[in-house]
């Protein structure tokens, strides 16, 4: 396994390797990895005749106030992880490398695909992730690339995007990987107090009583957001950004549920944000 840092010689490499026709499969992350991650790098060891992982904490897409200087960093774990994997290439640049002084280009995915949910709590969130993919996917050059599913709306952006730019990448979108007791694995549940992280079950509970609910035949997205939200509401520390049922392709608001229906939640419990989502009849 070797890890570069410099843009130049990570793309020359990778152009290298694509001209020797060797297919490439990529996994961007932030770092921090953890069993969500380490599912999309075994797949994507499955899928390519190389494994790419990058590590950059994107400045961009974090808010003024969100938790860029305090987002968990452990590059040497990240770094043992990625070799039991069988990562053969891991990028890791420099910020000021990604983002020199006098940069002003950006990707912005517009309409209501990002305006609402995530987009609607953390403006510029989207224009960040979309700029730093397209960077990313222009130096690693990848032909599949693998995203999980607990940032669903980050996926259908990434998706629109490849279609809208038309990028030569495949995208992979793989299932939420959660602890055993129900928490959707996150980088920030380190942030956790034991307290606060039994508050979070109430997260995925929540969705699997809305999902109980549509299976049995309930399909008034009001009804079925009552019950989730009761739940929710049940934990004392628990402050709610958003509780929704969307359509999973454009993710505007249903009235009624059917098998494209998902659900997506993101909470705050203390400091931390936590996000998570369903569908509630339907599979992926
Ligand atoms: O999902 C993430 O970890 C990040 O948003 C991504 C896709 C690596 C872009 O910074």
């Not at 990895?33 to 499955?46: I, K, M, T, Y």
């Not at 709590?121 to 690693?140: D, M, Q, W, Y």
């Amino acid at each position: 396994m070797e890890i570069l840092s410099d843009i130049t010689e990570m793309q020359r490499r990778c152009l290298a390797l694509r001209e020797a026709g060797k297919r490439i499969a990529f996994v961007p992350t932030m770092g921090y990895l953890h069993a969500g991650h380490l599912s999309l790098l075994h797949e994507g060891r499955r899928r390519g005749d190389v494994l790419v992982l990058s590590i950059f904490v994107n400045p961009t897409q974090f808010g003024e106030g969100e938790d860029l200087d305090s987002y968990p960093r452990d590059f040497e774990r990240d770094e043992v992880l990625a070799r039991e994997v069988g990562v053969d290439l891991i990028f890791y640049p420099h910020v000021e490398d990604i983002y020199p002084p006098g940069y002003c280009s950006y990707l912005s995915v517009e309409g209501d695909l990002t305006a609402t949910l995530e987009g609607a709590c953390r403006p510029g969130h989207f224009r960040g992730v979309a700029t730093v993919v397209s960077k990313l996917f222009n130096i690693v050059q990848p032909h599949q690339a693998l995203f999980g599913r607990k940032d669903f709306q980050q996926l259908a952006t990434i998706e629109q995007m490849i279609r809208d730019f038309n990028f030569p990448v495949e995208i992979v979108g793989m299932p939420i990987v959660r602890e055993p007791d129900g928490l959707a694995m996150s980088s920030r549940n380190v942030y956790l107090s034991d307290d606060e992280r039994r508050q979070s079950l109430a997260l995925n509970q929540s969705l699997t009583l809305a999902a109980e609910l549509a299976r049995e035949g309930e399909s008034n997205a009001h009804k079925i957001l009552e019950v989730a939200l009761k739940r929710l509401t049940a934990e004392p520390d628990l402050v709610i950004d958003y509780v929704k049922i969307c359509n999973a392709d454009t993710l505007e608001d249903v009235e009624t549920v059917d098998q494209r229906s998902v659900m997506l939640l993101a909470v705050k419990v203390g400091t931390t944000r936590l996000i998570d989502n369903s569908f509630l009849i339907g599979q992926i």
